[in-house]
């Protein structure tokens, strides 16, 4: 039997040696311990991941406690929360009454708690490991994910000011997309949709006219509440149907469902050229909860041809992955000499376009596209290719076609199918690239 640290805080044993190199030791001296996470072998084309740690926090009763500290708010330009929303609708407060959404009592946010990581890889042979575990304590070893806001919708603009939002404001103020006032009184209104069609200055800008600490999605919190989500299903699939009933071990299943992916491309374009057909809110009446809700479009397939589609929400993030693709912040890729370098910068500020330069080489992307068989671990960047829509990462990835610097887009697209995921990148275009269905989503961190 290994030594056993005990916890100060709990008087339960903690991890005994970060040395240990055996899963199954770990696992033995830390049966009763503070931490949870997932493992899963390098290559493995089963979309399963292992549960691993106390086995008693992967339940969804009582257990999942960083998962369950996730909650939507509204929070005030200079990072205070104003108050917390129903856990199980969004329109209303804590304490019942009714919320304003309209970005006059702040940007609707989900709350990302204070947590601690630890993502280890372990060599059986020649079987590569990979292993990612979680604690709401400090434990030896793991590293420290500061609490921070991801925005609950794809981020809105307000066209007075210039500055970005996650509202629910169907006004001309917020009028997203691309900003075609033609389409206002029609099915394919813009108005309190995303806003699309910016560069990746632009966004930044936009995000930064908010106050101190606002940024679009940066790369040091872009995965963290990704692995959550991962943890908590044990699947890298997060297309699969959802499933509210619990495992024998009482654990959760499934996944998100498609999304907003089964749209016609033609369908689209028609209707509204590729703007946002989804208001910010259609996943209101989830709440803080995990799942999906119908919502049709009038008129989508042409006149008198309604389509009824699935908006999904992860604890509070609408669309996590499907409808717009979603810029992703401090990620600047260079598609040079055979090669897909991509290099890193973490923060939420100090960002440039088409650099090295401040930034560090993360590691090489695949030079084709295709499906993700493994990720930059832990990173949810692709690694190799190889997987397929249910196998592998089950995402796919857009390899850039030409050489020159790149800013990746994340999620994939309303017609995507089943390339989207939590894995899903686009590598195609440079930082100036703007179009009407490309967006991004906001994240403060003081």
Request: glycine share 12%.
């Amino acid at each position: 039997m290994p030594n056993i640290t005990i916890d100060k805080i709990t008087g339960r044993p903690l991890l005994h040696s970060h040395k240990a190199t055996d899963i199954n030791e770990l696992n033995e001296s830390l049966l009763y311990s503070q931490w949870y996470g997932v493992r899963r072998q390098r290559g493995q084309t089963s979309s399963v991941l292992t549960r691993i740690g106390n086995p008693d926090l992967h339940k969804a009763v009582g257990g999942l406690p960083i998962q369950n500290k996730m909650r939507r708010c509204l929070l005030l330009p200079n990072g205070t929360v104003n108050y917390y929303l129903d856990a199980n609708d969004s329109t209303k407060t804590e304490t019942g009454a009714a919320a304003d959404l309209t970005g006059a009592a702040g940007h609707v946010m989900v709350e990302i708690p204070e947590h601690y990581y630890k993502a280890w890889e372990e060599v059986v042979g020649t079987t590569v490991y990979e292993n990612y575990a979680i604690s709401e304590f400090a434990l030896s070893g793991f590293t420290k994910i500061e609490k921070h806001y991801i925005s609950a919708y794809e981020a809105s603009i307000n066209r007075t000011t210039g500055a970005a939002a996650s509202v629910v404001n169907n006004t001309t103020t917020y009028r997203g997309g691309n900003n075609n006032a033609a389409y206002d009184a029609g099915d394919n209104t813009l108005l309190g949709r995303p806003v699309t069609n910016l560069t990746r200055t632009q966004e930044q800008a936009a995000a930064e006219l908010i106050g101190a600490g606002w940024t679009e999605e940066p790369f040091q919190y872009f995965w963290p509440w990704r692995w959550l989500a991962l943890i908590e299903f044990a699947n890298t699939n997060g297309q699969l149907a959802v499933n509210n009933t619990l495992t024998a071990e009482g654990y959760r299943q499934g996944g998100l469902g498609d999304g907003i992916t089964t749209a016609d491309g033609t369908e689209w374009s028609n209707f509204n050229a590729y703007n946002p057909f989804w208001s910010n809110g259609v996943t209101n009446s989830l709440g803080n909860a995990s799942g999906e809700v119908s919502f049709t479009v009038n008129n989508f397939g042409g006149a008198g041809i309604n389509r009824t589609f699935k908006a999904n929400s992860y604890r509070g993030i609408s669309i996590p992955f499907g409808g717009i693709w979603k810029r992703l912040q401090g990620v600047n890729i260079n598609r040079t000499g055979g090669k897909v370098l991509v290099y890193i910068k973490n923060g939420v500020t100090g960002f440039y376009n088409d650099t090295a330069t401040g930034y560090t080489l993360l590691g090489e992307m695949p030079y084709a596209s295709d499906y993700i068989l493994n990720i930059i671990f832990p990173y949810l960047l692709p690694r190799n290719n190889g997987g397929g829509s249910s196998t592998g990462f089950c995402d796919y990835y857009y390899y850039p076609s030409s050489d020159g610097w790149k800013a990746p887009h994340l999620s994939a697209l309303a017609y995507s199918g089943s390339a989207a995921g939590f894995a899903c990148v686009h590598a195609y275009y440079s930082a100036a690239y703007a179009a009407a269905n490309c967006g991004f989503r906001l994240c403060f961190k003081s």
